[in-house]
């Protein structure tokens, strides 16, 4: 199948691991050119030479950004598209939340991470709009989270934090739309991640289990029963880049083996 990907410029938030280092992987798999963007700048920079050696031939350029710092955003978007002559798919991956119940979650925090998403990515994505309406296929695609349509008292911030951030899609992809552009976010599940073992880690501590029998505990209200794979949401992101989904926009899916229990 043809995805007419070949060529096309795509910057990556919070590239430097977990699903946004592995979506870049399935990118230059597909012949695209890369900007990887993080906070850390050795991180990027054994990213960009982990995919180069995977994919010799596609062109993987760096630049390093704090979403907490806004002032940082603007030179690393710059410094993107000058590297790579445009811009053609922006995934802004980056951010997450502090896990906690509501009296457990100091003010700093809350601001700290909602200065990455969802401010960080609006804030981003205006930075680039210019080069994404000049693209013949323009993507923007979010990663949020399944707790945006169903919030959970231990998780506090995750249902905020990826609400806004399905909002956020939602009015983008009217605004943009006119020029073109589509905007869809990806909702992953419990993902087998950094995040997903320290995870795993708590429960078993929590409820004296083994590793392997606090991971089966956590699956229990996933319908598919298996931990999503960093490479699941890389899939979808391939396709949401590709010429395939062009009639695609305003929508956000979960990759969450069924878990979510809302329509």
């Not at 993987?60 to 811009?87: N, R, Y």
């Not at 969802?118 to 990663?143: D, F």
Request: proline share 5%; charged share 25%; glycine share 10%.
């Amino acid at each position: 199948m043809d995805l007419s990907l070949t060529g096309k410029k795509a910057i990556i938030s919070g590239a430097n691991r977990g699903i946004g280092l592995t979506i870049a992987h399935h990118y230059a798999a597909e012949g695209i050119e890369l900007a990887l963007l993080g906070r850390n700048e050795k991180g990027l920079a054994d990213a960009a030479a982990e995919v180069r050696a995977r994919q010799p031939g596609v062109r993987v350029v760096t630049a390093v950004v704090d979403l907490e710092q806004p002032q940082t955003i603007k030179p690393a978007a710059d410094a993107a598209v000058a590297q790579l002559g445009g811009v053609d798919i922006l995934v802004n991956c980056a951010g997450g939340a502090y896990r906690g119940r509501l009296a457990e979650i100091p003010d700093d925090m809350w601001e700290r991470y909602f200065k990455v998403k969802p401010l960080g990515l609006l804030r981003m994505t205006r930075e680039l709009l210019p080069q994404l309406k000049e693209s013949a296929q323009g993507r923007v695609i979010n990663i949020s989270g399944t707790r945006g349509r169903e919030p959970e008292s231990h998780s506090m911030m995750s249902g905020p934090i990826n609400f806004g951030t399905l909002s956020v899609t939602k009015a983008m992809a009217n605004e943009l739309g006119p020029f073109g552009i589509t905007v869809n976010a990806i909702c992953p599940g419990s993902t087998r991640t950094r995040r997903f073992t320290e995870l795993v880690e708590i429960t078993a501590r929590e409820r004296n289990l083994s590793l392997e029998k606090a991971e089966q505990w956590l699956l229990q209200e996933v319908p598919l029963g298996k931990v999503i794979e960093p490479e699941d949401i890389a899939d979808l992101a391939v396709f949401l880049a590709s010429a395939r989904s062009r009639l695609i926009s305003g929508t956000a899916i979960n990759v969450d083996g069924g878990r979510t229990r809302s329509i």
